[in-house]
Antibody, heavy 125, light 109 residues
Framework: EVQLVESGGGLVQPGGSLRLSCAAS????????MSWVRQAPGKGLEWVSV???????YYADSVKGRFTISRDNSKNTLYLQMNSLRAEDTAVYYC???????????????????WGKGTTVTVSS | SYVLTQPPSVSVAPGKTARITCGGN??????VHWYQQKPGQAPVLVIY???DRPSGIPERFSGSNSGNTATLTISRVEAGDEADYYC????????????FGGGTKLTVL
């Protein structure tokens, strides 16, 4: 069973930094695609970043250059280093395991089959 | 940037059928996935590959995708189905590789 537990959220001032962690169990982080998705208060879901099993990383334009996704294979843990935080980064941050590949119809698929409960980040002075 | 459009809200009486649409340019050429999110909880995958259900998801949940519209259909709606529903695709040309629809609030009357 996929289990994900986020931690590290909190209140931080604009311009500050925070590192989120996501401890995984039931599967191996390094063998899977792992994503961060956030949800601002009262808003919808917004994809933030992904790290592929091979180590490649990708980011939403809104966080590119400020956030860094990484993993520690020995701890089976995913991280999100967030720098230069802004008020608009205020959200619940979820980590999720992603499955991807090519469907029988020839279309690329990417979906998240397991989610953590989330950790809240508040950026405010 | 690829945009997915969902109606903000859908209302349905218990026992009836709810249909939640997700519009996108030629979305029929993509794989669409659906998530259910109840208040204060994390999203849960309810449909993947347009129409497949993860284990543990009732058969009442089904999906289709063609042309410019994907649809999540919930048959014999129950009070426990009341939630926000999000569609999602992968789009390599977008600034967000993973694109979510704006979400639809399903209200069970």
């Amino acid at each position: 069973e996929v289990q994900l537990v986020e931690s590290g959220g909190g209140l931080v001032q604009p311009g500050g930094s925070l590192r989120l962690s996501c401890a995984a169990s039931g599967f191996t982080v390094s063998s899977n695609y792992m994503s961060w998705v956030r949800q601002a208060p009262g808003k919808g879901l917004e994809w933030v970043s992904v790290i592929y099993s091979g180590g490649s990383t990708y980011y939403a334009d809104s966080v590119k250059g400020r956030f860094t996704i990484s993993r520690d294979n020995s701890k089976n843990t995913l991280y999100l280093q967030m720098n230069s935080l802004r008020a608009e980064d205020t959200a619940v941050y979820y980590c999720a395991r992603a499955l991807s590949g090519w469907s029988s119809r020839g279309y690329y698929y990417y979906y998240m089959d397991g989610w953590g409960k989330g950790t809240t980040v508040t950026v405010s002075s | 940037s690829y945009v997915l459009t969902q109606p903000p809200s859908v209302s349905v009486a218990p026992g009836k059928t709810a249909r939640i649409t997700c519009g996108g340019n030629n979305i029929g050429s993509k794989s669409v996935h659906w998530y259910q999110q109840k208040p204060g909880q994390a999203p849960v995958l309810v449909i993947y590959y347009d129409s497949d259900r993860p284990s543990g998801i009732p058969e009442r949940f089904s999906g289709s995708n063609s042309g410019n519209t994907a649809t999540l259909t919930i048959s014999r709606v129950e009070a426990g189905d009341e939630a926000d529903y999000y569609c999602q695709v992968w789009d390599s040309s977008s600034d967000h590789l993973v694109v979510f629809g704006g979400g639809t609030k399903l209200t069970v009357l």
